[in-house]
Structure formats: structure tokens, C-alpha cells
């Protein structure tokens, strides 16, 4: 189960139970946030890590706790906008009329802290589709998502693709930095606690018109993505859309079939072609053709500075409370961008001021159209760490120096020590010393003198 050889305690075995629990595929390059769940869940027991695993795995300990700390549960408010679009303007309007008296079921699984179905509610609001129009249903893994949504306060990142009027109107400064959602809202969204490859068919029981499965499958393997959309035709109404994140659109042929409407991609049960609603002219694609892909959707406000996203723009909350690093130990700044990149300058300027919500945005941005940008992913990751989402931040940076490292990706060699600086501080920031020291001392072979070093002088404490 261990690695005694590089004192990680992640395996095969708990990689294999991770899988089998939840479907989720961690690799050998993506595990260090479950490195540090098993640490941080091992702790909280007053358990050796290794004794944790065994009882973990033997069924001992109850494993909701540590199934929490190993999801991804990053999200934010009108993150699906063209699929939330064309639901809103097309399908339940389309429903309604062919309809009348029965709900348009809308079911947003996975939900996280119901950013996604609450985006929903409040564009039902705003057009004034009635609460007897449509049922909206959420579900998620994770039992501290679930009681996070039904609580629905959120904070700034949450926000960070909201307009400041429709901020302004659904939520209410509540705390510092915190905003709630108006508690008519909360009403308008069933949460159930559901993993999609077990239970979700009999928690749910009941089929849907839409389905919002958004950045799911991304984390399964091939054969698991194959089983959860067998789950999903099964909840999905014969004629009903299935929408998944553009990441995800490699589904099999042979379960669905792609289908455009309004410039939103969507995805439709096989079986007898659907007519498409009223007054569009289906433009269905040929099996296996491509279909016209609506454009980067932040290409257009990419090059200038993003409007003010938040109610009241701040650096998030957890980037405030947490005890920063040193300045000498903290990794520097990506190295700056060539002239000609002005969108990564203008990235970067917004983190070096700690606009974070305005820099996250900036550098998702920049991926949505270039997601080979190595640097906007190391941004993107010391944006994250900033703002104590450490797992993600981890998450993020390994994966990128696992792309540079298979010939994927370009990293300039000063960007390449950061993001091992990044990993080394997020590890030691968590007590994992001991993991931290393997990227410190790759650091020292490629830079000696770099300031995280100061992590390994005896008696240093940065965390
Ligand atoms: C990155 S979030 C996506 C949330 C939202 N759909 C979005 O696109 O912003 C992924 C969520 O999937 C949930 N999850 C992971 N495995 C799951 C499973 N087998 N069944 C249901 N939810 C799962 C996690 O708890 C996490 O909240």
C-alpha cells in the first residue's frame, strides 16, 4: 500500500479503492493532494497514515470524510453560460409550450456547492419562468459540498464570473468577504447526496429533460466514462440534453450523439433523431463530423482589463486569514511575459496587485483558448495558492511539470524551479515536510541559492 522508498503512503491499492468509491482515476503525477488528504484525515484521527489507510480501506472508519477531501470541488456561479443559456431561452420555454402543467426537470450533477443549479435559479428568476415550471434537482459525491449548498454562502471566487448588478440583486455581504445567496433562492433547488456510478439511478428516481454534468468525467478513465454516461442515458428523458464541459466532448459515438443549438454544444440519447425546438433549423452533425464549435468564450474580453466581478472586489477570505510564507520562501512571480503576450502581462499584473478573483479570472481566460500556456498554469497555480485552494494549486502545478516533462509542454527553467518551489511551500505550508524535501532538493540541483531553500534550514517553520 505504501511507497516506503519515497515516503509517500499513496499506492495501487488506494488508488484502486479511490476508483472502485467514486470512479475517479489518480495517477501516479496527479496524487499529491491525496498524499495530503491521507495525512490531514490521518491527523485528525490521531492515526499513523499507513494505520488510517488500513482501517480506511478495511471499512473501519467511515470513508464520507476522506471521499470529501480528495474531491474537486472548484466551481463557480454561471460557469456553464451557453449551456445555462440556450436551458433558459430554449429548452424550458420549448417545454412549457409543448408541456403545460408539467415541469421542465433540470438536474445539475455533480453540483459542488450548488454554484451551478443556483446559477439556474436565478436566471429562472430573471426570466420570470415561475417556480411550478421547473423543477431543479442537484446532487453531489460530497456531503461538505452538500451542506455548504444548502447554506448557500459563498465567497468572492465563487462570484468571479458574476456581473456586479446580478451580485448585487441575489446575494448579501454577510461577514467578511462572505455573500449569501437571497434565501428565496435556496428553495428552488433539491440537494441530494448521490454518486453518480452507484446510487444516483434510485436517489433520484425520476428521468430529465436537461442534465448538467459538467467537469465529471474529466477526472475518470475511459471505462468508467463509459459507465457513468450508461447512468446518465438511463436519467435522461429519451428527447433530453445532456451537457458536459467542452473538455469532455470525446464521448463515445455509441451512447450519444452531438447536437448544436444556438452555438451551445449538447448531447442527445441515441435513438430516433429528435426534432430540434420550434424555430430552429436543426444542423445536426453527420456521425463522426465535426460540429461548428461556438468560439473561446473569452476571447472577446481577453485583451482588455476584465470588469470588477465581485461585489465588492477583494482578495478572498482564506487569502487573507492564512499565515503567509516568509517573503524568501514564497515562490516568485512567473518570470514576465515577452511583449506580444499582452493578455499574460495583464494576468500577471492583476496577481502582483493580489486582484485574485480579477488574476483567476484573466489566466482561465488565456487557457480557454491556449490551454498549452504553461505559464498561464503556473498563474493560475500561485493564484490558487494564494487563496488557500492548496489542493487544487497542487493539483494544477503537477500536472503541469508532469506535461513539461513528458515534452508536452514548454517551461522556461527559472518558471520550472517556481512551480517546484510552489509544490515544496503547499507541502510544507501542510507538515508534509518530508514529501516537500524531494522538490527542494531538486531545486537545490537546478538552483542552488533559491529562496525556498530556506525551508530545509533546521528549525525553519514556514507552515
Ligand atoms: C469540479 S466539480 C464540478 C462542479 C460543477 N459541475 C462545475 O462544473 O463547476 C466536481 C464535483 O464532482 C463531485 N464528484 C466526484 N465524483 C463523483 C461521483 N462519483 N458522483 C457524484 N459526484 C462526484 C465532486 O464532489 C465535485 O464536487
New binding site residues.
Partial sequence: MTDASNGRVVGETLRAWIRGR???SITEQNQAPVELAVRLEAERHGLDPVIYLDRLQGGVLPPQAFIDAI??????FF??QDQMRVTITRLIPELMRCRPGQPARIL?????RG??PYSLAILCEEHRIPPRAVELVA????AT?LADARRGDYGPLALRRTDPTTAQRWFTPWGPRTYRLEPALLGRVSFHQ????EDAATVLARRFDVI?C???LI?FDPETTSRALAVLGRLLEPDGWLFV?HAEWNIPREQFRMQELDGCVGFRPLGPAHPAPAGHSRRDPAPGAAVPLPGPRWTADGDRPPPPVTPTPTAPARAAQRPAAPAAARPAPPSPPPAGQPRLAHAQAHYQAKRFAEALLAFNAILAGHPADARARLGKALVLADCGEDFEALEVTETLLHAVDEGELDLSPPDYVEALALIALLLHKKGLKDLAQGYLREIARRAPGHPSLGLLRPGSDHA
Fill in positions: 467514486t470512479g475517479i474531491t474537486t470541488n472548484e466551481s463557480y460557469r456553464a445539475s450533477l455533480p453540483c459542488a454554484e451551478e446532487g453531489d459525491i460530497s459540498c448521490v454518486n453518480l456510478l448538467f459538467e467537469n465529471l477526472y464541459d
